[in-house]
Every structure is written in structure tokens, then in C-alpha cells.
T-cell receptor, first 112, second 107 residues
Framework: DSGVTQTPKHLITATGQRVTLRCSPRSGDLSVYWYQQSLDQGLQFLIQYYNGEERAKGNILERFSAQQFPDLHSELNLSSLELGDSALYFC???????????FGDGTRLSIL | KNEVEQSPQNLTAQEGEFITINCSYSVGISALHWLQQHPGGGIVSLFMLSSGKKKHGRLIATINIQEKHSSLHITASHPRDSAVYICAGLNTDKLIFGTGTRLQVFP
């Protein structure tokens, strides 16, 4: 058990819809990372937050947004969903940016 | 060309064999992660290293900064080691992932 909790585990929705993925980091960790893993692209870094502030941005689409709340949990919002957004979305956390990351079990998003 | 490359892409082994997975990177990194992803999808961080060598049980990771190369070794491999192994370079707070090596160990 990594201590990182992601909900929901599975999400099935339709094109054009909006969903919110939630992540609770390991106790004490200040950094939260979001990753997307699709069959054709592999794992890709989306965005990092550190203690409530955006720290680094990767290949995150404009339709996607994220935030980290004062209690350090984070949410990834995906809107105007397309078939190509179907993927596993992982959240990870670490104490700082230079520590091993602990991964959640992921949210499997399926767009029909 | 990917900034982080792994080889081989697929690897099969008999139980007990010594396994080596290689990772080369072309970008500047401050550290390199080795991750293990099981068939169910869960990802476990195995190592994070910026120099030298680290060992945990039957797993050994090494990195050569000058040659921009890292290796993951598994000694006395076991079927439970079957998984995808992914290396990732830490580049200014962003992890850049390799495409993974799928390892299958047969009894």
C-alpha cells in the first residue's frame, strides 16, 4: 500500500462530458503529480503541485486542469472529453520534488 | 528519438537467471527513477538514484552520469518479477519516461 488514494478506480463516460479525478497524497507528502498512461503514448507527465502551488507542467491539454487544495488533496478535471482521452490516470506524491514518488492505483477512464 | 530509451522492449527469462535492463537518456537529468508496473496496472517505485549504485534485495540499479546510462539488474529472477520495468529521468521537476521493458520469467 503506497498510501496514495485515487478515486474513482474506474470511470466510464461519453464524449463531450466532464469528469473529476481525485487524489489524496501519502501523509506528509507535499508534492502531487498527475500522469496519463495511454496504450499508444505510454506514461506522460501532466502536472505537478507543491504545497498548493503549481510547480511544473508537462503535456497537459488545455481541456484539462488541476488544483491542489489546502488539505493537500488534488483533483484533475478533464472536460470536453474525447475518445483519445481514454487512459489510466495516475497520481503520485512525494515529500519534495527530489524524493521517490509513491503512486496511487490509478483511475481507468473509458470514453464511449 | 525518445529522450529516454530502454532496451530491450521485451525480455523472457527462466527462473533463476540474471536479468539486465538498460536505460539511456539524451537530456540532462538530476536523478533517474526505476519503476515496476504489475499486470494489474499498479506502479511501484523501485529506485531513485543520481549516482553510483543502489541495492534492494535481489534488485540492483546503477547509473553512469558521464555515459548517460543506467541499468537495472535482477539476480536469481523469479516468476513474481514478471512486470513492466520503466525508467524515468527527472528533468527540472518533470519525469520523462522510457517506453518500458516487459519482463516475463518462466518457472
Amino acid at each position: 500500500d503506497s498510501g496514495v488514494t485515487q478515486t474513482p478506480k474506474h470511470l466510464i463516460t461519453a464524449t463531450g462530458q466532464r469528469v473529476t479525478l481525485r487524489c489524496s497524497p501519502r501523509s506528509g507528502d507535499l508534492s502531487v503529480y498527475w500522469y496519463q498512461q495511454s496504450l499508444d503514448q505510454g506514461l506522460q507527465f501532466l502536472i505537478q503541485y507543491y504545497n498548493g502551488e503549481e510547480r511544473a507542467k508537462g503535456n497537459i491539454l488545455e481541456r484539462f486542469s488541476a488544483q491542489q487544495f489546502p488539505d493537500l488533496h488534488s483533483e484533475l478535471n478533464l472536460s470536453s472529453l474525447e475518445l483519445g482521452d481514454s487512459a489510466l490516470y495516475f497520481c503520485a506524491s512525494s515529500l519534495t520534488g527530489f524524493q521517490p514518488q509513491h503512486f496511487g492505483d490509478g483511475t481507468r477512464l473509458s470514453i464511449l | 528519438k525518445n529522450e529516454v530509451e530502454q532496451s530491450p522492449q521485451n525480455l523472457t527469462a527462466q527462473e533463476g537467471e540474471f536479468i539486465t535492463i538498460n536505460c539511456s537518456y539524451s537530456v540532462g537529468i538530476s536523478a533517474l527513477h526505476w519503476l515496476q508496473q504489475h499486470p494489474g496496472g499498479g506502479i511501484v517505485s523501485l529506485f531513485m538514484l543520481s549516482s553510483g549504485k543502489k541495492k534492494h534485495g535481489r534488485l540492483i540499479a546503477t547509473i553512469n552520469i558521464q555515459e548517460k546510462h543506467s541499468s537495472l539488474h535482477i539476480t536469481a529472477s523469479h516468476p513474481r518479477d514478471s512486470a513492466v520495468y520503466i525508467c524515468a529521468g527527472l528533468n527540472t521537476d518533470k519525469l520523462i519516461f522510457g517506453t518500458g521493458t516487459r519482463l516475463q520469467v518462466f518457472p
